[in-house]
């Protein structure tokens, strides 16, 4: 290897020199100065072109065998976000800092060579730089083809940190390969500057540390289904970013939010009832509380031919007449266990609810009172869907409410609207 990198070396000396020979013989001065300097600049970039050239179709023959996603996943994201383009640039370059020295040898053009020098420097960091870019993007890649979105909110919460903070380490590195200032200078100066980039950048530093919470803790994810009560907000998470959270709402509008705002607001997440395949209906009717009263023998008769609560009316007739003898005026309906039309509905209700096959009966179900209102007596239906998504949701509330505020006219009572018709 050393061998024909001495082969290598003499090459591009020869060639140098013939270019120096070549444009002495028909110019003078200056004239002849231009003429070497820009050939030799022109064979430094046909040499650079040519090794990067090379080493990425070396590098494009070995990845046909690594592509397949699903085999190599990893090498795969690589050779998608063009990682080994990179590895190919920087090994172009770095030999191309050899070809330098050999093409401007023994102090030959003193002053373009080490104008050269710096551009090659500073393009390694330009390279260097693009490689960590890329690096980034072939993980990402990685962690969205295995689907693994907490992971994958960390990663870009610490990724672009890092992305902030090493561009700013690439930038002083840039400052001192231009201007030759020393590390130590550099270096010196950090602790002033840190504290205006703690306050330039702490929404970044929250957002870093926001990122690692949700990860760690699993709260949410994109894709999971969310509300923020702070901004009224409700939809889909599209992404998850250092600074900010976009929202995609159900109207297909989007909304961005902070992303420290994850860890400090408020955050209602649905997806675990999305995934479980249920969602809850809570939902009042509310009664004019004069339309209630005591049902008499012909009303309970007709109730007592309805099925859903034929066996509750029958039984509480029984319990009724059983207990009479005991009362004392039973001819005074205060002084005797009665019947309501609103207890009864309530009843009704529930057993509706309990005999749907849209509702899931391992879960709770609930109807019951609230407070008294100015508008009336509130009678709040509480039970689950078998349904998430919104449609099915949707429909099948709408199918109970439009039942149960028709059969509300049987049991006498009246439902309580701001206009009446």
Same mark, same amino acid.
């Given at each position: 290897?050393?061998?024909?990198?001495?082969?290598?070396?003499?090459?591009?000396?020869?060639?140098?020199?013939?270019?120096?020979?070549?444009?002495?013989?028909?110019?003078?001065?200056?004239?002849?100065?231009?003429?070497?300097?820009?050939?030799?600049?022109?064979?430094?970039?046909?040499?650079?072109?040519?090794?990067?050239?090379?080493?990425?179709?070396?590098?494009?023959?070995?990845?046909?065998?690594?592509?397949?996603?699903?085999?190599?996943?990893?090498?795969?994201?690589?050779?998608?976000?063009?990682?080994?383009?990179?590895?190919?640039?920087?090994?172009?370059?770095?030999?191309?800092?050899?070809?330098?020295?050999?093409?401007?040898?023994?102090?030959?053009?003193? @002053?373009?060579?080490?104008?050269?020098?710096?551009?090659?420097?500073?393009?390694?960091?330009?390279?260097?730089?693009?490689?960590?870019?890329?690096?980034?993007?072939?993980?990402?890649?990685?962690?969205?083809?295995?689907?693994?979105?907490?992971?994958?909110?960390?990663?870009?919460?610490?990724?672009? !940190?890092?992305?902030?903070?090493?561009?700013?380490?690439?930038?002083?590195?840039?400052?001192?390969?231009?201007?030759?200032?020393?590390?130590?200078?550099?270096?010196?100066?950090?602790?002033? @500057?840190?504290?205006?980039?703690?306050?330039?950048?702490?929404? !970044?530093?929250?957002?870093?540390?926001?990122?690692?919470?949700?990860?760690?803790?699993?709260?949410?994810?994109?894709?999971?289904?969310?509300?923020?009560?702070?901004?009224?907000?409700?939809?889909?998470?599209?992404?998850?970013?250092?600074? !900010?959270?976009?929202?995609?709402?159900?109207?297909? !509008?989007?909304?961005?939010?902070?992303?420290?705002?994850?860890?400090?607001?408020?955050?209602?997440?649905?997806?675990?009832?999305?995934?479980?395949?249920?969602?809850?209906?809570?939902?009042?009717?509310?009664?004019?509380?004069?339309?209630?009263?005591?049902?008499?023998?012909?009303?309970?008769?007709?109730?007592?031919?309805?099925?859903?609560?034929?066996?509750?009316?029958?039984?509480?007739?029984?319990? @009724?007449?059983?207990?009479?003898?005991?009362?004392?005026?039973?001819?005074?309906?205060?002084?005797?266990?009665?019947?309501?039309?609103?207890?009864?509905?309530?009843?009704?209700?529930?057993?509706?609810?309990?005999?749907?096959?849209?509702?899931?009966?391992?879960?709770?179900?609930?109807?019951?009172?609230?407070?008294?209102?100015?508008?009336?007596?509130?009678?709040?239906?509480?039970?689950?869907?078998?349904?998430?998504?919104?449609?099915?949701?949707?429909?099948?509330?709408?199918?109970?409410?439009?039942?149960?505020?028709?059969?509300?006219?049987?049991?006498?009572?009246?439902?309580?609207?701001?206009?009446?018709?």
């Amino acid at each position: 290897m050393k061998d024909e990198l001495d082969d290598t070396k003499d090459f591009l000396q020869n060639i140098s020199d013939q270019i120096n020979v070549f444009f002495a013989q028909y110019f003078r001065g200056d004239a002849a100065w231009i003429f070497q300097v820009t050939s030799k600049i022109l064979v430094l970039l046909g040499f650079l072109f040519l090794v990067d050239f090379l080493i990425k179709l070396g590098f494009k023959l070995v990845s046909k065998y690594f592509s397949n996603p699903e085999k190599y996943p990893f090498v795969y994201s690589l050779i998608k976000a063009r990682f080994f383009n990179s590895i190919a640039h920087i090994i172009a370059l770095g030999l191309c800092t050899f070809a330098l020295d050999s093409i401007f040898y023994a102090g030959m053009h003193k @002053i373009t060579k080490g104008i050269l020098d710096k551009i090659v420097d500073i393009g390694q960091v330009v390279v260097i730089a693009g490689l960590g870019l890329r690096l980034y993007n072939a993980i990402e890649n990685y962690y969205i083809l295995a689907k693994d979105s907490y992971k994958l909110i960390a990663f870009r919460a610490i990724s672009q !940190t890092v992305k902030i903070f090493g561009g700013v380490i690439l930038f002083f590195v840039a400052i001192k390969i231009i201007f030759n200032i020393s590390a130590g200078t550099i270096l010196g100066s950090l602790g002033a @500057i840190t504290a205006v980039m703690v306050l330039v950048f702490r929404d !970044t530093i929250l957002g870093f540390v926001t990122g690692i919470h949700v990860a760690t803790s699993r709260s949410l994810k994109v894709g999971d289904w969310i509300g923020i009560p702070k901004y009224n907000l409700e939809g889909n998470v599209m992404e998850i970013s250092l600074l !900010t959270t976009k929202i995609m709402n159900f109207d297909k !509008t989007i909304s961005t939010v902070p992303t420290y705002d994850l860890m400090t607001t408020e955050i209602r997440n649905y997806q675990v009832m999305t995934e479980g395949n249920l969602r809850r209906i809570k939902r009042s009717m509310i009664f004019n509380i004069k339309s209630f009263h005591f049902l008499t023998e012909e009303q309970l008769d007709r109730f007592e031919k309805v099925n859903l609560i034929s066996d509750y009316i029958k039984t509480k007739r029984s319990e @009724i007449e059983k207990e009479q003898s005991d009362y004392h005026n039973p001819e005074n309906d205060l002084n005797r266990q009665q019947l309501t039309n609103i207890g009864v509905f309530r009843k009704y209700v529930e057993t509706y609810l309990k005999n749907n096959p849209n509702i899931e009966q391992k879960e709770i179900i609930l109807v019951r009172q609230l407070e008294n209102t100015t508008q009336g007596l509130p009678l709040e239906i509480y039970c689950f869907t078998i349904y998430s998504n919104l449609a099915d949701y949707e429909r099948v509330q709408s199918d109970i409410f439009d039942h149960l505020l028709v059969a509300a006219q049987d049991f006498e009572l009246e439902i309580m609207q701001v206009n009446k018709i």
